[in-house]
């Protein structure tokens, strides 16, 4: 049980194109998701929390209108990432939160994101 | 600022032994712990919670929760090559929307053979 998933898991895409990653929660409904980011041997930073039918809450920091997200049901968000730019290059990773066991968050595998 | 810190390590320990993991925290209000174990390039793993003062046992893991001390650690027993890994400690504050956690920034286990 508690199983994310993400796609894709890695993808190329040139300096000033779109990219959307998708997060599924495949076996529980999640009212709520995360984003994280991770760049090499640093920490996990979230970015923002995806509420189902509700506007996505950014952290500090993080430009709402390049990362786009979207939660239109209770088992998927999605991550566009626009105008990318070498700099955007990083593990993107989200997590679902599960309705019943409340406090818990569940980890897809990641997305790796190159932007050349 | 809700903090939580983690040694970075790495923290070596021979196969067999016990690794002891430490985590404080600093929001004295906190309710949920939790131990996720991440591989290198690959996602965090939820491996251990617990809500409550005490220790919590799961196979070789256990957790310990000491909210007086605002001090969370974790105990692999009879740690396995298969163990080494970045251990991450999270924290769920008391009220709030939205349910975010804080991570440490983990620390890094080896196990040797």
């Known amino acids: 049980g508690a199983v994310v998933s993400q796609h894709p898991s890695w993808v190329i895409c040139k300096s000033g194109t779109s990219v959307k990653i998708e997060c599924r929660s495949l076996?529980?409904?999640?009212?709520?998701m995360f984003w994280y980011r991770q760049f090499p041997k640093q920490s996990l930073m979230l970015m923002a929390t995806?509420?189902?039918?509700?506007?996505?809450?950014?952290e500090q920091g993080v430009e709402k209108d390049k990362f786009l997200i979207n939660h239109a049901s209770l088992t998927l968000s999605t991550l566009t990432v626009t105008s990318a730019h070498p700099e955007d290059s990083s593990f993107y990773i989200c997590?679902?939160?599960?309705?019943?066991?409340?406090?818990?968050?569940?980890f897809g595998p990641g997305t790796r994101l190159t932007v050349t | 600022q809700k903090e939580v810190e983690q040694n970075s390590g790495p923290l070596s320990v021979p196969e067999g032994a016990i690794a002891s993991l430490n985590c404080t925290y600093s929001?004295?209000?906190?309710?949920?712990f939790f131990w996720y174990r991440q591989y290198s390039g690959k996602s965090p793993e939820l491996i251990m919670s617990?809500?409550?003062?005490g220790d919590k046992e799961d196979g070789r893991f256990t957790a310990q929760l000491n909210k007086a001390s605002q001090y969370v650690s974790l105990l692999i027993r009879d740690s396995q090559p298969s163990d080494s890994a970045t251990y991450l400690c999270a924290v769920k504050s008391q009220g709030g929307s939205n349910y975010k956690l804080t991570f440490g920034k983990g620390t890094l286990l080896t196990v040797n053979p």
């Open positions: 076996d529980f409904q999640a009212t709520t």
């Open positions: 997590s679902a939160r599960d309705q019943v066991r409340l406090y818990e968050q569940y």
């Open positions: 995806s509420n189902e039918g509700s506007k996505a809450t950014y």
């Open positions: 617990i809500y409550s003062n």
């Open positions: 929001d004295r209000v906190s309710q949920s």
